[in-house]
């Protein structure tokens, strides 16, 4: 998504450089009407009347227009002006009032009544006559529910005189009904190397045309992996799956090819490679239609593919958020996760997720919860502080995933503590550095007691994760004793507790001197190695450029 960030005043120009968007300053309207069609939103700092008065005369429609979003002087309100559901002028508004810490006024009325946005659920495409269902519903009648697959939507049907269809095919438009089109369809691709870029779209397009089925339900695109980069396949501008010709053989298909068996060693292409990438319980509804040097096929799933997203929410504040984690979140069926990491994301959560929080501990429930849900077709996002690979849940989900079916599992990286201590200390990790819990919990003291001693004679700085609690009060200082053993006492000490987030605290110190009672289990510590050295208050490990 490209946010343009346009500022007027001084005020508004400091506003914008805390945003991770470009920014612009000086004349707003010459700006806007400039850059009305190549971004994808603007966030706006000044006053709504003047961004009315700039904004209204470009107004086109809400499927072209760009998403504008206002920051008023003082950056304490932001406010969504246009552009609020399928422009993503409302998630952009809380995205944004997030790293001001200001406070979002959504005044779109399915969000203030807590109701589904239904252009905007994750996971579908809505079409129809969305403001006049919404306005029913508003109105305490909620829509009828009809299908015409077995989709699961996050929301009751009610009795009203609204409809919402739950479908792939195509709708005609009809007052007071939409259709919500999942995806549920996969086109499978056979090419010849010289295949013209736009002949499978055109051919996909006119196959599902004829067989009453909708674009908008197209989820990817599968081929053989020799086609997976061929301009013919990434022109859908879906997701790509690719497979070698030895899996793609072993899938029965009604129109095999001899031919095509001779030159790459399967019969089929198009049909098995959608069949295969639909996965169990899919069926054929497009068979092989022929272009001059391409085939396509159409396969419908036999219900959501669930996916499990275990994404990192950075060290605390939604401004060391990465975009990705934010994705996650917003597009989650599910999410789940120690109650503090999900309260540290309620500003993407949607009134329609459903959210688990389990208290800390809990580990192995959290990721059997997430996984067997994944498995009943859901997408979750099971959140972690930090980096979901440092000390977090990543290694335990993969480890558990082939007993629940091994669903497809992304792990989402984030800022990690280690990295956002060192950031505020200086660059104490700037060379070779460890990583290292004292936590004996899970594992024995004597195996961190030897991984220590490694630390200490290898001269590398390091970073204490867990390093004291109320349980474990004696670790950090006979970690500190180690440590003693193989450097000075004068080597320097960093201690950040609540590191990027609301009572932040750092304290720099030295080995000989630190204090362990000033330490908790919110605190990470870095000890610096022998090159270690304060300059100008900070803790700083060279790397030898300046030497």
């Known amino acids: ?113 807590g109701l589904p946005t239904l252009d905007a659920l994750p996971g579908f495409v809505a079409t129809g006559d969305v403001a006049g269902v919404a306005r029913h519903w508003l109105d305490g009648s909620p829509p009828r529910v009809q299908r015409t697959l077995d989709w699961p939507v996050p929301f009751d049907g009610g009795n009203g005189p609204a409809t919402v269809v739950v479908t792939d095919r195509t709708v005609d438009g009809v007052p007071g009904t939409v259709a919500l089109h999942p995806p549920s369809l996969v086109v499978g691709v056979g090419a010849a190397s010289d295949s013209p870029e736009e002949e499978a779209v055109d051919l996909a397009h006119r196959a599902l045309a004829e067989a009453g089925l909708s674009p908008h339900s197209l989820a990817l695109v599968a081929t053989i992996d020799r086609r997976s980069g061929d301009p013919v396949v990434t022109s859908f501008g879906l997701p790509v799956r690719a497979f070698a010709a030895a899996a793609l053989a072993g899938v029965a298909v009604p129109n095999p090819s001899p031919a095509v068996a001779a030159e790459v060693g399967t019969a089929s292409v198009a049909e098995a490679a959608a069949l295969l990438a639909a996965g169990p319980g899919a069926e054929l509804v497009v068979s092989k239609r022929k272009g001059t040097a391409s085939t396509v096929a159409v396969a419908r799933r036999a219900g959501p593919e669930g996916t499990v997203a275990v994404a990192g929410l950075g060290p605390g504040h939604p401004r060391h958020r990465t975009p990705a984690a934010t994705a996650a979140v917003r597009a989650a069926d599910v999410v789940i996760g120690y109650g503090p990491y999900v309260d540290q994301c309620a500003d993407l959560v949607a009134p329609t997720t459903c959210v688990v929080r389990s208290p800390i501990g809990d580990e192995v429930e959290r990721c059997t919860e997430a996984l067997a849900r994944a498995c009943a077709g859901a997408r979750v996002a099971l959140v972690c502080s930090g980096d979901p690979g440092v000390f977090a849940m990543a290694t335990l989900v993969h480890e558990l995933a082939p007993s629940f079916g091994a669903p497809p599992v992304d792990v989402v990286p984030g800022v990690t503590a280690a990295s956002a201590a060192a950031a505020l200390l200086g660059a104490p990790l700037a060379h070779d550095h460890a990583v290292v819990s004292l936590s004996d919990l899970l594992t024995p003291w004597e195996v961190i007691e030897r991984r220590l001693r490694a630390v200490a004679s290898g001269d590398l700085a390091v970073a204490l994760y867990n390093p004291r609690s109320a349980r474990r009060s004696w670790q950090l200082d006979a970690a500190r004793s180690i440590l003693l053993q193989e450097r000075p006492a004068d080597t320097p ?37 022998s090159t270690t050295t304060v300059v100008g208050g900070r803790m700083v490990t060279p790397r030898g450029y300046a030497t």
């Open 493 to 529: 000490v960093g201690i950040v507790t609540d590191a990027c987030r609301a009572g932040e605290h750092v304290v720099l110190t030295t080995l000989g001197d630190f204090d362990a009672e000033a330490v908790g289990m919110l605190s990470l510590v870095v000890v610096g190695s």
């Open 1 to 113: 998504m490209t946010v343009l960030s346009v500022s007027i005043t001084e005020a508004g120009r400091a506003t914008a450089r805390r945003l991770a968007y470009a920014t612009a300053h000086g004349d707003l309207g010459a700006t806007v009407r400039a850059r009305w069609g190549d971004v994808d939103a603007f966030v706006l700092c000044c006053a709504t009347g003047v961004a009315v008065r700039v904004v209204g005369p470009l107004l086109a429609g809400k499927d072209a227009d760009p998403a504008v979003v206002c920051v008023d002087e003082t950056a304490t309100f932001v406010v969504p002006l246009c552009g609020g559901h399928g422009g993503g002028a409302n998630d952009l508004a809380r995205e944004v009032a997030a790293v001001l810490d200001a406070t979002p006024v959504v005044t779109t009325a399915t969000d203030a009544a």
